[in-house]
Nanobody, 126 residues
Framework: EVQLVESGGGLVQAGGSLRLSCAVS????????IGWFRQAPWKTREGVSC????????WYADSVKGRFTISSDNAKKTIDLQMNSLKPEDTGVYYC???????????????????WGQGTQVTVSS
């Protein structure tokens, strides 16, 4: 059974940084994609970033390019999201999601993923 557990959320002032981690377990093979999504109150879930383990390819939403970096920590078996220059509009519950061996067409679409974590709250104050 695939399990994804997020950590690292919290409250930060605008311009600050947070690092989220998604602990990954249960995939049969080492080829999978992990996406980070977020959902603000009264808004639909938004794809933020994706990491594909097969070739370490990454994808980012335009709203976070240049500020967020996704990476893999093989020793810890986590997919991390470093978030810098945070803005109030980055506030929301952040989820990681997984699919193996990879997504079909859109790495930032929630329908591509079949395993989800419980989420971690990120709040950016102005």
């Amino acid at each position: 059974e695939v399990q994804l557990v997020e950590s690292g959320g919290g409250l930060v002032q605008a311009g600050g940084s947070l690092r989220l981690s998604c602990a990954v377990s249960g995939f049969t093979f080492d080829d999978y994609a992990i996406g980070w999504f977020r959902q603000a109150p009264w808004k639909t879930r938004e794809g933020v970033s994706c990491f594909w383990t097969t070739n370490s390819s990454t994808w980012y939403a335009d709203s976070v390019k240049g500020r967020f970096t996704i990476s893999s920590d093989n020793a810890k078996k986590t997919i991390d999201l470093q978030m810098n220059s945070l803005k109030p509009e980055d506030t929301g519950v952040y989820y990681c999601a997984g699919v193996a061996p990879h997504f079909s067409t859109n790495p930032l679409a929630s329908y591509e993923y079949d395993s989800w974590g419980q989420g971690t709250q990120v709040t950016v104050s102005s």
